[in-house]
């Protein structure tokens, strides 16, 4: 039986090029929610919003530096005026979770997974969050959440080196 090394190692090359144009594609925005770029300044970050007929506001005016998308369920961090993190929960179920993480898993590689659950009052909040390895700089947390049984998907796409703080739990 013949073997094709070349070929085996053409296709490893390939593949390589491919994963690494996907992390790059993602750290310039293109998977995005909303279509922001981690990087760009608030006032980009505003344009964009702008260019999609949103609002970006603040949360709260002291520090402004967590910024909300109206009616869409996008946030923003913002970290000396630059876009650090960007996030967007959903409805979803636990299928929609496992299935979200599998595919990140199939290119970002095996997430370090998190559990927890506690009460805030009579309020039972349970969350499972699923941290994938910074790939070129670009973190991704995708988190399911049960808050008194109203079930969300949070996907948290971040940058370390823009600010330390962006994507901590």
């Known amino acids: 039986m013949p073997t094709f ?15 690494i144009g996907n992390a790059q594609a993602s750290a310039q925005g293109s998977d995005l929610p909303g279509g922001f770029r981690l990087g760009s300044s608030l006032d980009e ?8 007929g949103w609002e970006l506001v ?12 109206n009616n869409q369920d996008i ?7 630059k876009v ?35 009460n805030a009052g009579a309020i039972r909040i349970s969350n499972i969050d699923a941290r994938f390895p910074e790939t070129n700089g670009l ?10 049984g109203k079930l969300a998907i949070n996907t948290l796409y971040y940058s370390h080196a823009l600010c330390p703080e962006a994507g901590a739990d």
């Open 45 to 52: 970050a505003k344009r964009q919003a702008a260019s999609q």
């Open 58 to 69: 603040p949360l709260s005016p002291e520090p402004p530096s967590s910024w909300h998308v």
């Open 84 to 118: 650090a993190s960007v996030s967007r929960t959903v409805p979803g179920n636990l299928d929609d979770f496992a299935q979200l993480v599998f595919d990140r898993q199939v290119r970002l590689g095996e997430p370090e997974l998190q559990v927890v659950t506690w």
């Open 75 to 81: 946030g923003v961090h913002v970290c000396g005026d």
């Open 139 to 148: 973190g991704l947390t995708i988190q399911f959440s049960s808050t008194a």
């Open 5 to 19: 090394p070349p070929l085996r190692r053409l296709a490893s090359i390939a593949a390589t090029v491919v994963c």
